[in-house]
């Protein structure tokens, strides 16, 4: 099973159990999609991982052309699935979320972390870029912040995003899971209904998000995936070597 879950208390845990660094095919998006689509009396959906990290994102072999388009779309369709979701979606992050896994993180409703957990997009070091973390970020976060994330591929420490307001809490690794459940166990108490409604209209600072997320997937299918340094890029990490840019 690459995802686990477990509904408890009000909370339905979505666990990622691909170790050791939960890397997402389509079949898992599919399914979480699934989940969070379906009635759940669940006021809360948190999101985990197994083994040394929360997740290093997407397989690098589905952004290939022969396969970029399905997922690239599936993507999309779980981020809005966040957003549709009647109560709050919450990443619990140890370790690391990188790529994809980053911008599950930090499109969740809520985020705790592990004090030291890294979170980055390297995907621009492998001449590509991030569509959901493009699309969203600029209006989650200070452009300078977004701009930081998205162009310098580095990785920012958890402490650093809790400071910037972006990681609502950071404990140490081996109290992480019960903190975070005891920090989320006081939302469930509140009324679905209100839960539902306050996330609704907080949506208003979202206008037109699958039409802003499309746009800037046509971006990456229709231009990106069309020069020759984003095949390049993608395989040299594949092969294990350095790329050679031809800036085109």
């Keep these: 099973m690459t ?18 660094v939960n890397i997402l095919r389509a079949e898992t998006l599919r ?5 969070l689509a379906r009635d759940s009396p669940a006021k809360v959906a948190v999101l985990k991982g197994s083994g040394k990290m929360f997740c290093a994102g997407l397989d690098v072999k589905d952004h290939l052309p022969d396969k970029v388009e399905e997922m690239i779309r599936l993507f999309s369709e ?13 990443s619990v992050v140890h370790g ?4 994809g896994g980053c911008e599950i993180a930090l499109c969740s409703d809520l985020l705790l972390a592990e004090k030291g957990a890294d979170f980055g997009q390297p995907e621009i070091k492998l001449g590509v870029f991030p ?3 493009c699309a969203l970020y600029p209006v989650l976060f200070p452009s300078k912040i977004s701009n930081h994330i998205i162009f310098s591929g580095e990785s920012v420490k958890a402490e650093e995003l809790e400071r910037l307001g972006i990681v609502n809490r950071t404990f140490e690794r081996d109290v992480l899971f019960d ?5 989320l166990l006081p939302l469930t108490k509140l009324s679905s209904a209100a839960v539902r409604l306050a996330k609704k209209a907080s949506l208003v600072n979202f206008p037109q998000l699958k039409e802003r997320l499309e746009t800037v997937n046509r971006i990456y299918l229709d231009e990106l995936m069309k020069t020759e340094d984003a095949i390049e890029g993608l395989t040299a990490f594949l092969e294990k070597r350095k790329p050679t840019w031809k800036n085109r």
């Design 31 to 35: 399914d979480m999609i699934g989940i």
């Design 179 to 183: 903190k975070a459940h005891q920090f």
């Design 78 to 90: 779980l981020i809005v699935a966040f957003f549709e979701f009647p109560g709050l979606v919450v």
């Design 96 to 99: 690391g979320a990188l790529g």
């Design 131 to 133: 569509p959901a973390a």
């Design 3 to 20: 995802l686990l879950l477990e509904e408890k208390d009000g909370i339905l845990t979505l666990d990622f159990n691909s170790p050791p």
